[in-house]
């Protein structure tokens, strides 16, 4: 896909964007209602190296997939599992980016990272994306593009295709929320650190249609759970056997402690799930973001459900900040420290939004649980539209709902649907078939 030469002379006079965000949730925002779902998996089939089930009840149900192996035989597995869907994904999320990349570039505030809107102009869709592939694959490791030719030789889809779709998360900005709460937030439960993960990112795409959740038993490194959808192999939602799990924030709204991003490092997609693949502590994950060749700015949290502790993370190529409850920036009187509590609602610089996930982690402060951020916290401060996931990585549980896929009845937003429960100690004890 070819743009007009004029684009350019456009970009180079975009304006940047603005200093903070300006949204907040409605006012007549509600709980959530829906009871957690909570049924066993149900087995579909199986191949080698590759287990389908489903789990969830009616308009909720996802594709659960075990896979093992090495990446090329996870790969082939994966492809050979759900080669059909793969197949409508990867080519229903192309032809979305193509219409959004038409979109984007005359948006006062670009959905796409300007260096990216600079190459589509020159360059083109597709050489644009092979760019980046380009600059980051020296850093990035060959199993990567191992799974993915696996994948690509089962499914049929060209390799070239998966892994410029690969790097979408590179290239967006989207919004999101976490938080990780221990010790005193928690006192009155039975957890000692449940972590939130809300995806506030895409709701009119093909994703909703497709969601998924891969449970990879690699050999090599650790299994664990990947939150996301069918053919996708990058982490942005997930936990570990080792009692690990990950949030991420896209940040749009940074301030001069970010410094300066670049694109020469490895895709955060790829850096998340190698924390979750290859790091059994949170000293670990630290060690690793502190010396991994980073890219965009983000805001990270790890849990360690093992010492009951949660990191939040500035991260940018310029700096690997960690925050914990005593240190938490930025310092603002719309984001009040709050005792065993990190959190950052929608953005770094979000006033609206963190004013009502602080004042929700207060509320129930003492009595933070999977239940009441599902049913109290999330649909107050109405984050998590595309996806979210709760851990409660004292007890090994991940509670998970999705938005409504096109042909789905209820709300549109996955904070006001039905939660799923899935007990990670049973998916991670899964044995391949013989």
Same mark, same amino acid.
């Given at each position: 896909?070819?743009? !007009?030469?004029?684009?350019?002379?456009?970009?180079?006079?975009?304006?940047?964007?603005?200093? $903070?965000?300006?949204?907040?949730?409605?006012?007549?925002? @509600?709980? *959530?209602? *829906?009871? &957690?779902?909570? %049924?066993?998996? @149900?087995?579909?089939?199986?191949?080698?190296?590759?287990?389908?089930?489903?789990?969830?009840?009616? /308009?909720? #149900?996802?594709?659960?997939?075990?896979?093992?192996?090495?990446?090329?035989?996870?790969?082939?597995?994966?492809?050979?599992?759900?080669?059909?869907?793969?197949?409508?994904?990867?080519?229903? +999320?192309?032809?979305?980016?193509? #219409?959004?990349?038409? #979109?984007?570039?005359?948006?006062?505030?670009?959905?796409?990272?300007?260096?990216?809107?600079? /190459?589509?102009?020159?360059?083109?869709?597709?050489?644009?994306?092979?760019?980046?592939?380009?600059?980051?694959?020296?850093?990035? %490791?060959?199993?990567?593009? $191992?799974?993915?030719?696996?994948?690509?030789?089962?499914?049929?889809?060209?390799?070239?295709?998966? $892994?410029?779709?690969?790097?979408? %998360?590179?290239?967006?900005?989207?919004?999101?929320?976490?938080?990780?709460?221990?010790?005193?937030?928690?006192?009155?439960?039975?957890?000692?650190?449940?972590?939130?993960?809300?995806?506030?990112?895409?709701?009119?795409?093909?994703?909703?249609?497709?969601?998924?959740?891969?449970?990879?038993?690699?050999?090599?490194?650790?299994?664990?759970? *990947?939150?996301?959808?069918?053919?996708? &192999?990058?982490?942005?939602?997930?936990?570990?056997?080792?009692?690990?799990?990950?949030?991420?924030?896209?940040?749009?709204? !940074?301030?001069?402690? =970010?410094?300066?991003?670049?694109?020469?490092?490895? !895709? =955060?997609?790829?850096?998340?799930?190698?924390?979750?693949?290859?790091?059994?502590?949170?000293?670990?994950?630290? *060690?690793?973001?502190?010396?991994?060749? @980073?890219?965009?700015?983000?805001?990270?949290?790890?849990?360690?459900?093992?010492?009951?502790?949660?990191?939040?993370?500035?991260?940018?190529?310029?700096?690997?900040?960690?925050?914990? /409850?005593?240190?938490?920036?930025? #310092?603002?009187?719309?984001?009040?420290?709050?005792?065993?509590?990190?959190?950052?609602?929608?953005?770094?610089?979000?006033?609206?939004?963190?004013?009502?996930?602080?004042?929700?982690?207060?509320?129930?402060?003492?009595?933070?649980?999977?239940?009441?951020?599902?049913?109290? &916290?999330?649909?107050?401060?109405?984050?998590?539209?595309?996806?979210?996931?709760?851990?409660?990585?004292?007890?090994?549980?991940?509670? +998970?709902?999705?938005?409504?896929?096109?042909?789905?009845?209820? !709300?549109?937003?996955?904070?006001?649907?039905?939660?799923?429960?899935?007990?990670?100690?049973?998916?991670?004890?899964?044995?391949?078939?013989?």
């Amino acid at each position: 896909m070819k743009l !007009p030469l004029f684009l350019a002379f456009f970009l180079a006079f975009a304006k940047s964007d603005a200093s $903070e965000c300006h949204g907040k949730p409605s006012a007549t925002a @509600r709980p *959530n209602a *829906n009871p &957690i779902q909570s %049924g066993a998996p @149900r087995f579909v089939r199986s191949v080698k190296n590759a287990k389908l089930y489903t789990v969830g009840q009616g /308009d909720e #149900e996802v594709a659960l997939v075990h896979l093992w192996g090495t990446p090329y035989e996870m790969g082939v597995a994966h492809g050979t599992i759900m080669k059909d869907k793969t197949t409508l994904f990867i080519d229903a +999320v192309w032809n979305y980016m193509e #219409e959004q990349v038409a #979109e984007a570039i005359n948006a006062s505030v670009p959905k796409f990272r300007n260096w990216f809107l600079k /190459d589509l102009a020159n360059l083109g869709l597709e050489a644009a994306l092979d760019l980046e592939i380009d600059v980051t694959k020296p850093f990035t %490791g060959d199993y990567f593009y $191992e799974e993915l030719q696996g994948l690509a030789h089962s499914s049929g889809i060209d390799v070239k295709k998966l $892994e410029r779709i690969h790097m979408i %998360g590179e290239l967006t900005k989207g919004q999101c929320s976490m938080f990780g709460a221990w010790g005193s937030a928690v006192a009155n439960t039975p957890s000692k650190l449940l972590q939130l993960r809300a995806l506030d990112w895409n709701v009119d795409g093909p994703f909703k249609n497709f969601p998924q959740v891969t449970v990879y038993h690699p050999t090599t490194g650790y299994a664990f759970i *990947n939150v996301g959808w069918t053919g996708w &192999i990058g982490s942005i939602t997930g936990m570990s056997v080792n009692r690990m799990a990950i949030s991420e924030i896209g940040v749009s709204f !940074p301030d001069a402690s =970010f410094g300066s991003d670049s694109r020469f490092g490895v !895709p =955060f997609t790829y850096f998340l799930r190698d924390i979750l693949q290859f790091e059994e502590t949170l000293a670990g994950a630290m *060690n690793r973001t502190s010396n991994v060749e @980073r890219t965009c700015s983000l805001l990270l949290g790890y849990g360690d459900g093992k010492s009951s502790e949660f990191r939040g993370v500035e991260y940018s190529a310029s700096v690997a900040n960690f925050y914990t /409850d005593t240190n938490l920036e930025p #310092e603002a009187d719309w984001h009040p420290k709050i005792e065993n509590v990190v959190y950052w609602g929608m953005d770094w610089l979000c006033p609206g939004y963190n004013e009502v996930l602080s004042a929700q982690l207060q509320k129930f402060h003492g009595n933070i649980t999977a239940d009441v951020t599902i049913h109290e &916290i999330l649909p107050v401060v109405q984050t998590g539209d595309s996806h979210v996931a709760v851990y409660d990585l004292t007890n090994m549980i991940m509670y +998970v709902s999705n938005a409504k896929g096109d042909n789905e009845a209820g !709300p549109l937003y996955a904070y006001d649907r039905p939660f799923i429960r899935l007990n990670a100690t049973t998916l991670f004890s899964e044995v391949p078939s013989v």
